[in-house]
């Protein structure tokens, strides 16, 4: 006969038991998933990076490329466990300011700030969320930290200063009877006062004369320029933003002149500069992005010392040389780590 309440108890048991071992097999599965993640604790957390720039140039263009790439290669990968946030302030201080505050806003886990000004701006925009700079000569004098070794703030970074006097004897060995040197900059921009300052005490002592010209905007850069080509023997450029991103200017002047270009920045010499020695700024990305992993990771930016870079770089162009009217020295030649026909 059936037995209605026999068939109740029978499903009800069932049940019970179909919960017990589900309870038995459940925490397996979590501990297993837990010790996956565990391995690959990048995977399971998306990042947020913000970076900004004060212009796009093939300098600053290589030291974000080259934090992308560091991030990757520490298992950061933009579309998986990374988002980045990438504006440029085309040369705007305003903007930049602007940037800042939307970044703020945003509250990434760090926000990569390359150049000077862009730099200066985050970190007038926050003191609690991670800051790391790139590409500025000197973030003492720009008043970003107070010490290279270390801030005890939100703010690092990794600095392309460079010693000045191999900048002067390759000017010395190009121009053998070097009297005068010309020097285009942006008045408003820190990283090229520095510069500016630390050639006249360099060069004065040599009786030397450095014959400076301000160019408030990019446009300005040839007229600049020509108000001092027939007063030097060279010109040189340093990485000042608002000239390296007109450096076609420039290079038309010292062509017409007959003057030759000297730079800092080594992509200078495609662009018509005949010799440049200076960082690699697609390494000082990477370094730079090594800093950012670390504080992704959970270090304090405060702690970290400013990365300076370590080597340098000699690029030179035989055309350009030609065109601004000199001979390249064959031991220069020989000492390129690149020579452009």
């Known amino acids: 006969m059936y037995n209605k309440n026999r068939f109740i108890k029978t499903l009800m048991w ?5 919960a017990v071992l589900t309870g038995c097999n459940q925490p397996a599965n979590d501990n297993a998933a837990a010790d996956n993640n565990a391995d690959t604790p990048a995977a399971t957390e998306v990042k947020q990076v913000a970076i900004t720039a004060i212009v796009e140039h093939p300098a600053l263009d290589a030291v974000r490329q080259g934090v ?8 950061y990968e933009e579309g998986k ?3 980045i946030n990438f504006q440029s302030a085309q040369g705007n201080t305003a903007t930049a300011g602007q940037i800042a505050k939307q970044f703020v806003g945003d509250n990434p886990d760090v926000i990569v700030a390359i150049a000077t000004p862009s730099a200066q701006s985050v970190a007038a925009a926050t003191n609690s969320i991670p800051i790391v700079f790139s590409a500025v000569t000197d973030p003492v004098e720009a008043k970003l930290l107070k010490s290279w070794d270390g801030s005890g703030t939100n703010v690092t970074g990794a600095s392309d200063v460079l010693p000045y006097e191999p900048q002067i004897d390759l000017m010395k060995q190009i ?17 090229s006062t520095i510069v500016l300052k630390n050639l006249e005490e360099k060069l004065t002592p040599m009786g030397i004369t450095v014959h400076s010209a301000p160019a408030q905007k990019s446009n ?12 030097v023997d060279v010109i040189y450029s340093s990485t000042d933003n608002n000239v390296v991103s007109a450096y076609e200017s420039l290079y038309q002047v010292a062509k017409e002149s007959k003057v030759p270009l000297i730079a800092s920045d080594t992509g200078s010499v495609e662009r018509g500069a005949v010799a440049a020695l200076g960082v690699n700024y697609h390494d000082l990305g990477r370094e730079t992005g090594k800093i950012v992993v670390k504080i992704l990771k959970g270090e304090n930016p405060g702690t970290i010392p400013v990365y300076k870079a370590e080597s340098l770089d000699l690029y030179l162009s035989k055309s350009h040389a030609t065109e601004q009217g000199i001979e390249l020295p064959q031991a220069l030649l020989s000492q390129a780590k690149e020579v452009q026909d």
């Open 14 to 18: 069932g049940g019970v038991a179909a």
């Open 68 to 75: 992308i790439e560091e991030l990757a290669a520490e298992g």
């Open 81 to 83: 466990n990374l988002e």
């Open 175 to 191: 121009i053998p009877g070097l009297k005068n040197v010309g020097y285009v900059y942006s008045p408003g921009e820190v990283n």
């Open 220 to 231: 300005d850069i040839a007229m600049a320029a020509r108000s001092i080509a027939d007063k």
